[in-house]
């Protein structure tokens, strides 16, 4: 601004390069504005920016992210934080949710002003306010829904028209949002939400454990939603706080905790998880273990035993003092002695059956499995189902819970009368409460 306050020089008037300068000034500052108003508008969710003022480079989270440096904004680069009216951003120094930290409640267009420094932002947590049934996150009344829900959003990134539902919708078509008008959804904790691309449950179907901004990256697809499961369950941790766990815990392995020392949301394993992010407890959020004596877990960074691994055999209260590190674990093998897990056989689940009528060889479920390949029973060999009281299953046609898919709540003599196929099933998904 001081080339405008002394823009007078010995009765000289004013360069023109001076005032093209000044222009390209407000030029900058009206674009920082814009950017700033973009944020806001934005539906939830914290931006990170790489310049000050909010602009340069920028990318939103919806959700927590424990280290940035596998994001495309990355790790260090950020100098400016743009937060939607009613969210909180906690910005950590370090991957991991370590180091120094700052709580920002509104735009921050300079972090240089904070106890971060520049460039300092290595993880980050996400908090927005869940919406009211009709509201969108871009405006109206915020509300705590008290028992389980999913909220469907007509645009993306949680905008538009919205829809709050706590339970089963057979035909969206009778409900205010309408069918095929979804394009992101909201999920309550501990809860799993299941879309269907037909009515009455039918059709491709993709199952969320937690929001997705963006339904066009699912199998179901964007503004294809018709009918939608709602299953929400709540086990107690060790610890006695409330943890988002469906299904029945077993009774010896390993158990993932949130939060060190034992604390937080957690789920027990009994056998091999490839990807956890397949689970209900996710990938790369482990801060604390407990295995059962007799058993030993081996920890491992990437999905499918690879990368960086630990074994252990006790509980740890810290992870980041392991080779494998905090909030990084994203595949497990669990191995416990025959004396400690008794029967290999769960006693409720799914079981599948090699022939109709619930004959010929057999194998029980009570967890999902992304790949029945690498089970006794093997993919595409099930002819009929049987399920325990209490319990809910889908079946896919591909692995990774993909293709066409049947939800169970009782037993089935012939899969050929279903959606799914007879000896067509690649992978499952168990619900039990």
């Known amino acids: 601004m001081d080339m405008l306050l002394h823009r007078h020089r010995a009765g000289n008037r004013t360069p023109c390069s001076v005032w093209l300068r000044a222009g390209l000034l407000g030029i900058g500052i009206l674009s920082t504005s814009l950017a700033s108003t973009a944020a806001q508008a934005q539906g939830g969710g914290i931006t990170l920016f790489t310049g000050r003022y909010l602009s340069g480079e920028s990318q939103t989270f919806f959700r927590d992210e424990p280290d940035l440096r596998y994001t495309r904004i990355g790790a260090g680069t950020t100098k400016s934080v743009g937060v939607t009216k009613g969210c909180e951003a906690t910005l950590y120094e370090f ?3 370590q180091g120094n930290f700052v709580r920002i409640r509104g735009n921050d267009n300079n972090l240089d002003n904070t106890i971060l420094r520049q460039n ?88 969320f454990r937690e929001q997705d901004g963006d339904l066009g990256n699912s199998s179901v697809g964007d503004n294809s939603a018709s009918s939608l499961r709602l299953y929400c369950g709540k086990e107690h941790s060790q610890d006695g706080s409330d943890g988002p766990i469906l299904g ?25 998880v490839p990807d956890l992010s397949t689970t209900v407890f996710g990938a790369r959020r ?26 252990v055999r006790a509980r740890d209260n810290n992870l980041g003092n392991t080779a494998v590190g905090e909030d990084t674990v994203s595949s ?16 409720r689940g799914i079981t599948l059956y090699r ?4 004959r010929g060889p057999s194998q029980i479920f009570d967890r999902d499995v992304p790949d029945l390949s690498v089970t006794a029973i093997g993919a595409r060999t ?18 990774g819970y993909q293709g066409r898919s049947t939800t169970f709540k009782d037993r089935d003599n012939n899969l050929a009368n279903t959606e799914v196929g007879e000896d067509q099933a690649s992978s499952l998904r168990i619900i039990c409460n």
């Open 95 to 97: 991957p991991g949710y």
């Open 120 to 207: 300092s932002v290595g993880s980050i947590k996400v908090s927005c306010p869940v919406p009211s049934s009709g509201s969108s996150m871009g405006g109206g009344t915020e509300q705590t829904v008290s028992r389980g829900w999913v909220t469907l959003f007509s645009d993306r990134r949680f905008t538009g028209k919205s829809e709050t539902f706590q339970g089963d919708v057979p035909d969206l078509n009778r409900t205010r949002l309408g069918a095929r008008s979804a394009s992101s959804l909201r999920v309550a904790e501990g809860c799993t939400a299941i879309l269907f691309e037909y009515q009455d449950y039918k059709g491709r179907s993709t199952l």
């Open 248 to 272: 029945q815990r077993p009774r010896y392995g390993a158990t993932l905790f949130r939060d060190r020392s034992l604390g937080g949301p957690s789920e027990t394993f009994d056998q091999d």
């Open 286 to 311: 482990a801060s604390s273990i407990d295995v059962t004596p007799g058993c030993a877990a081996t920890l491992y960074e990437f999905p499918f035993f690879r990368g960086r691994s630990v074994t």
């Open 332 to 347: 497990l093998q669990v191995r416990c002695a025959s004396s400690v897990a008794g029967p290999a056989a769960p006693s």
């Open 355 to 358: 022939d109709r009528s619930l």
């Open 382 to 399: 099930a002819s009929s189902v049987a399920i325990s009281p209490g319990c809910v299953a889908i079946l896919f046609e591909q692995p």
